[in-house]
């Protein structure tokens, strides 16, 4: 009797677990699927973005490799130029210092002859201050770029020197001018006249001035002073003419 009821019991137990059982949820296997496939979605997404990150970084490294590249030929252009102007101007030291020390003893002797005026006097010493701290910088081989530039202004301005050499004539000697200019001399024939007057012979004006084209001036002088080819030495004629003028002596024509 015990038996039956136990069996009874256990039957009764094992239909309600299979009643329960049907009445739980089944899985959903579309929630399934739709989340492996939003993995799958993420997955991707984050190997693009990793990939991107890789591209930027390259690019960016590639970037700074092309700007340190220009950089660098940059700064080895700037040398090699430095280096090329610095071996220009050795040659040209080499070439041309004997010249300016042939200047510096022109020059000295100009002002040591007490032609010129006191403006001459100034421009001179200028010049000359120039000239011998450059040679003496030269020679010590302390050329300093600030040498260099004053070298440099000193040369290109040997066209005003002219200039203030005329112009300090109208004040010292008006009269000696005012003949030049009626005989139809241009500012720069008279310029070298000036010259001329203060010692200078064609041959120093030419290497003073590093220019031939003096010769061509001094044809239109001699020609328009009334002077032959090789009639007279010009520089001579000058020097005699300015100082028939200062000391109001007629000038004798020289036209035939």
Known sequence: MRGLIIILLAGLMLAGCTRQDKDLPRPDISMATDSAAYIE????????????????????????????VIVASVAVDKIAIAKRKTEIRNKWLKRDIEKLEK????????????????????????????????????ISGNCSEKAYNELERLMSDRNSFIES??????????????????????????????????????????????????????????????LNEHDTNINLYIQKLLKEIDEDVPVKSTQA
Request: aromatic fraction near 6%; hydrophobic fraction near 40%.
């Open 165 to 226: 050499t005329r112009m300090s004539f109208i004040i010292g000697h008006p009269r000696f001018l005012i003949y030049l200019k009626e005989k139809g001399l241009t500012d720069l024939e008279i310029g070298y006249c000036c010259m001329h007057a203060i010692g200078l012979r064609g041959k120093e004006i030419v290497a003073y001035l590093n220019s031939r084209s003096y010769y061509n001036s001094s044809s239109a002088i001699r020609k328009k002073l009334g």
């Open 103 to 138: 200047e510096k003893e022109m020059l000295s002797g100009m002002k040591e002859e007490g032609v010129l005026n006191d403006e001459m006097k100034m421009l001179l010493e200028d010049r000359l201050n120039v000239l011998n701290g450059f040679i003496t910088a030269h």
């Open 41 to 68: 979605m993420l997955e991707k997404e984050i190997t693009q973005k990793v990939m991107e990150k890789e591209r930027n970084t390259r690019s960016m490294m590639l970037t700074v490799i092309i700007l340190t």
